[in-house]
């Protein structure tokens, strides 16, 4: 864990330092915000890009805060392995994210409508793919108040969320490839269908549980 959060950390800073150097050559007004068909929809001043660049700066302190003030914290030992995979692709997926965003500052031809989707839905890959070795915590997971009562409902919910973040994954990367605006409105509703569905599931377990009881 510390040689991972030093690897970040130092990559972090190293971004940051890269968009100090980079901002003085960016024109003063740059693109900040871009609409679901890839089109720009927004501007601001070019120091708007230091704010962006300190976020994965700032994402890594969070990850090395959180497995040392969770109350649970001693089951970060546990799915260490699906935490360091996850924290550093989310770091390295932010890092990216942050010099496309300078490259289309810099007039380069970028699709961010491509680009944000297939993003995304791998970093929804990952997590599905190690959701199930996720253990009880307060911050990292599905943490539903009735999965946080009961262990078993807690993997079963876990499990159920590996499945569904993989198919969510998929069809976001879809839309990345079909830049459509079905695709995107398809990707943005199983998200939010599947979290309802989550929720509803994990009440349903620790109902049919709590009645065995």
Known sequence: MKKRNILLLILSVLSLAGQFILLPKMPDTIPIHWNA?????????KYVSLILAAVPLLITGLFILIPRIDPRRQ???KHNKAYSIFCVFAVLLFIGFVWITNAAAMGWPVSME???PVGIGLLFLVIGNYMPQIRSNYTFGIKTPWALESPYV???THAAGGV???ICGIVMIAAGIITTKWMATLSIALIIIS???LYLYSWLLFRKESKKA
Request: with cysteine; hydrophobic share 40%.
């Open 37 to 45: 068909a890839g089109e720009i929809d927004g501007y601001g001043s």
């Open 75 to 77: 089951n970060y030992q």
């Open 114 to 116: 491509r680009i944000v």
């Open 154 to 156: 807690w993997r079963k």
């Open 164 to 166: 569904l973040f993989c």
């Open 195 to 197: 979290v309802i569905g």
